[in-house]
Structures are given as structure tokens and as C-alpha cells.
């Protein structure tokens, strides 16, 4: 798997000056409301991720145009879904780290 990674920092610069970027949690619905990246979605593929279902990302609709950061909790299942997501054409990164490092910002 190629890591097509963005860490936190740059993310919350972009954020700041407005860049257009759609960000996907892709953790359980229940995760997502308790906490989660201000303006991002929730597409709740973390399970099928894990599983490594390859299908895991499909029906996600995304704008066009914009760069998608997929994210979870550490990392991994971030990574997968942006990988997932390339393969369908989008140009997406996963948050290094994920909400943790986010959080720890």
C-alpha cells in the first residue's frame, strides 16, 4: 500500500486559510459524535476497513475537485480508506496519526 500521508499540523493550516478539503471519519457514528475534526463527515467503515472488505469506501459521495483526509483514531484504518479512495480516482491523504494527533495539537 502506497501511504499518501498529511500530518496534523498541515492540515490545520490549509483548514485556516481556507483551503477547500473534505475530511471523512470513517470511525462508528457513536466515536464521531463524541468527538471529531470541526467540518469533517462520517462514514462509518471503520469495521469493513478492519476486515479489509477492498469494497470498504464505496457509496461514499465526495465533491468534486476537492483533496479528501480520511481519518480514525491512530491512523491505520485512515490509511486504508484513502488508499481505497485513489484507487477510485480522488486525490486523498490520510491524517498521520489520525484524531490523536489531531488532538494533540
Not at 469495521?47 to 481519518?71: C, Q, S, W
Not at 484513502?82 to 495539537?105: I, T, V
Request: hydrophobic residues 35%; charged residues 30%.
Amino acid at each position: 500500500m502506497q501511504r499518501n500521508d498529511i500530518d496534523a499540523r498541515t492540515l490545520r493550516d490549509m483548514l485556516e486559510r481556507g483551503e477547500r478539503v473534505t475530511l471523512v471519519d470513517v470511525r462508528k457514528w457513536e466515536q464521531h459524535e463524541a468527538g471529531t475534526i470541526p467540518g469533517s463527515v462520517n462514514f462509518d467503515a471503520y469495521d469493513a476497513l478492519k476486515a479489509g472488505e477492498e469494497r470498504a469506501m464505496e457509496g461514499l459521495e465526495l465533491p468534486e475537485g476537492a483533496p479528501v483526509v480520511t481519518f480514525c483514531n491512530r491512523g491505520h484504518s485512515g490509511a486504508v480508506a484513502a488508499e481505497q479512495l485513489r484507487q477510485q480516482g480522488y486525490e486523498a491523504y490520510s491524517l498521520e496519526g489520525g484524531l490523536e494527533a489531531w488532538k494533540g495539537l
